[in-house]
């Protein structure tokens, strides 16, 4: 028989889940942020992040694996996206030939992106609210 | 024989736990609806019960069989390698929700018949 620990590891899943969208809504963020940011201190413009989601698994005895949660590993740079490269010779950082690099960040993109982890922060509260429900039929067996 | 420990009370219970359990599994899978290459899992209890009870095995033969966790393999996986599909899971949950209320209302009335009979000595 499962104890309560376990139960409440299912809580936990969910948790994990809220965490790592409101992760990536952040990231989403500080990206529609720099949209328009031509200078870094890396020097060329702003480039977006991305997140790298891997689960949290548990090996058990019987060498399958139980999944625990989900976990942010790291924020990367998107190196694959191109710059824009757009023609303002007023501009700042306008080249010689009157040339602008553009950050990597498409705000469609981003708010397409930004939708999803909303839906997907709300899936992991309702699965919470599930846990609460259970939890509550579960002590009314004891009445 | 002791009412509170029949072979079908101890189906019960693990019938709830089986439940309880696969709630967890899918709160596993939708915390990782955005991890990309995470592959589904499930947790195959009632089938297995099903099968055991189709081939006439006896109760407490059943109460042997314990629920198991596997990847799930069949359904297909969208272009990042992830196959969750948040509408199943979902659809999951609340039928898995609705059948740990049911199970946990027949163990309750199993609970207050008994109390009835001890009430009514």
Redesign the interface.
Known sequence: MDGIKSFFSGFRAAASGLSAERARVDVIARNIANAQTTHTPDGGPYRREVLRFAPILERLGDGTTRTLGVQVTGVERDAETPFERIHDPDHPDADAEGFVLMPNVNTAREMADLITAMRAYEANASVQENFVQMAERALRMAQ | MNPLETPNSRLL?SLL?AS??R??????????????G?RR?VLDFEDKLREALSRGRSTDALAAIAP???EDLLTPARADGNNVN?EL??SA??QN?LM??MY?TL??SR?NLIQAAIETR
């Open positions: 219970l736990d309880a359990q709630a967890r599994v899918i709160a596993g899978n939708v915390a990782n609806q955005n991890t990309p995470y899992q198991s966790v596997s948040l899971e979902m949950m609340r929700r740990y209320e946990s163990h309750a609970m």
